[in-house]
Each structure stands twice: as structure tokens, then as C-alpha cells.
């Protein structure tokens, strides 16, 4: 049975962070990754009659996207620099083997993220969604640099404590 335009949409909001950190992996640029995102998400709609399952949606996205991604950098540059076609083949096997896992981890570290300071979030926006340098986040905020590396070390420290916690609490 073919996944409804509901359906695809509810996959593509549930797997958005997970794709477009892909992506951005594949370009190196968050907001050429974000088009393609939306590009390839556009185009799987207007195939949804040939979506047999989930799975088989995210297979298909994961290589449309990527060779889309390609194709856009290799007209802009002229060459494709980036990660090997073996490369990205082996990680979207394994992103397809570890979903479940992913997944998991992702609404913990979403939680850990929530928990975190107003600040802390903020640094989070600017370097990982924005795609902002240190240098860069430490002339927004009129902070010294190293007081930007130094908490963004604890920041990751605290994420990563926060995200195994968790994890104990759920296997309890």
C-alpha cells in the first residue's frame, strides 16, 4: 500500500534533524543542506504513489538527496570534494541498521537540550543549526573566544552526562 501525502510528511518532520545532519555531512554547508531537504522532500511527494513502506521512503530520500546534493556542488564548483561514493553508501547502511537506536538517542539529547540554560541553547542554535564558526558566535555574543570554547566543552560534557543518564534511567 503507498504511504499518503500525510504519512510522508509525518516521516519527514519525525527525521528532519537526522536527514539534514546527513546532509549537511554530504555538502559541509547547513543551508545548502536545508535546501536539499526541502528540494527532495518537495519531489518525494510528487512520487508518493511508489512508497511501498516507511523504510523504503527514507532509503529512497537518503540517496536522492545525496545524489541531488552532489549534483548541485559539482554545477557551483565544478568537483565534488566531499565524502566518497563508498563512503556514503556504507554510513546510509548503517544510519538505515541503527534507526531505532538513533532515534532513542535523539529525544534524549532533545531532552537534555530542553533542559539546558537559555545561554546554553543559544550556543547550540548559532554553531550547530547555524552553522556558525567560534569566532563567530564569540563576536555575536561580545564574549572572548576561549570563554566560548570553554563552555561549549562544557556544554558537550553536560549533554553528554545528561544523555547517559537517561539512558540508565530507561534501562532501569
Not at 503507498?2 to 504519512?7: D, G, I, K, V, Y
Not at 548559532?126 to 570563554?147: A, C, H, P, T, V
Amino acid at each position: 500500500m503507498a504511504l499518503t501525502t500525510e504519512s510522508i510528511a509525518e516521516v519527514f518532520l519525525s527525521h528532519r534533524l537526522g536527514l539534514t545532519a546527513y546532509l549537511s555531512m554530504v555538502t559541509q554547508n547547513h543551508h545548502l543542506a536545508e535546501d536539499v531537504f526541502q528540494e527532495t522532500c518537495v519531489k518525494a511527494l510528487g512520487k508518493k504513489e511508489s512508497f511501498e513502506s516507511t523504510q523504503h521512503l527514507l532509503n529512497w530520500f537518503r540517496v536522492a538527496a545525496r545524489n541531488r546534493a552532489i549534483d548541485l556542488i559539482r554545477s557551483r564548483d565544478g568537483k565534488y570534494q566531499g565524502l566518497s561514493a563508498k563512503v556514503l553508501e556504507l554510513f546510509e547502511q548503517d544510519l538505515a541498521d541503527h534507526q531505532e537506536e538513533r532515534k532513542h538517542l535523539i529525544r534524549l539529547l532533545m531532552d537534555c537540550v530542553s533542559e539546558s540554560t537559555p545561554r546554553n541553547r543559544e550556543l547550540i542554535r548559532l554553531k550547530y543549526f547555524e552553522g556558525w564558526s567560534g569566532e563567530q558566535i564569540s563576536q555575536k555574543l561580545n564574549r572572548k573566544i576561549d570563554s566560548i570554547y570553554q563552555a561549549m566543552s562544557r556544554l558537550h560534557k553536560a549533554l553528554h552526562l545528561c544523555v547517559s543518564e537517561k539512558q540508565k534511567k530507561a534501562v532501569l
